[in-house]
């Protein structure tokens, strides 16, 4: 399974973005999904993730109340809507599916990854 990621671009201070994330071909199974980002020169870290049935979230300390992950099994799409963007989430962030009910913040946990969307706020 490949994962698509899009949706990253360059914004000012305070704007919104809408990342999406879509597999290659349907999972054999039930997938939980995550969002994960890269910033220069920092190891890649966990932002948010959603369970297969989209009812249990869970987000970083640092985006909550801003970042909302959310899933479309219909379409088979997750989606990060991150509001009141600051410089600081400058990152590359990636997708990933686990093969598994429920997500989690690490990044081994996953199967699964996409190739990556850069965001890049500046002040």
């Known amino acids: 399974v490949q994962l698509q990621a899009s949706g990253g671009g360059s914004v000012q201070t305070g704007d919104s973005l809408t990342l999406s994330c879509a597999p290659s071909?349907?999972?054999?199974?039930?997938?939980?999904m995550g969002w994960f980002r890269q910033a220069p020169g920092k190891e890649r870290d966990f932002v948010a993730s959603?369970?297969?049935?989209?009812?249990?979230?869970q987000y970083v300390d640092s985006v909550k109340g801003r970042f909302t992950i959310s899933r479309d099994n219909t379409k088979n799409t997750v989606y990060l809507r991150m509001d009141r963007l600051k410089p600081e989430d400058t990152a590359v962030y990636y997708c990933a599916a686990a093969r598994r009910a429920y997500g989690s913040t690490y990044g081994n946990d996953y199967n699964y990854w996409g190739q990556g969307t850069l965001v890049t706020v500046s002040s």
């Open positions: 071909r349907r999972p054999s199974s039930n997938n939980a």
């Open positions: 959603i369970s297969w049935r989209g009812e249990t979230t």
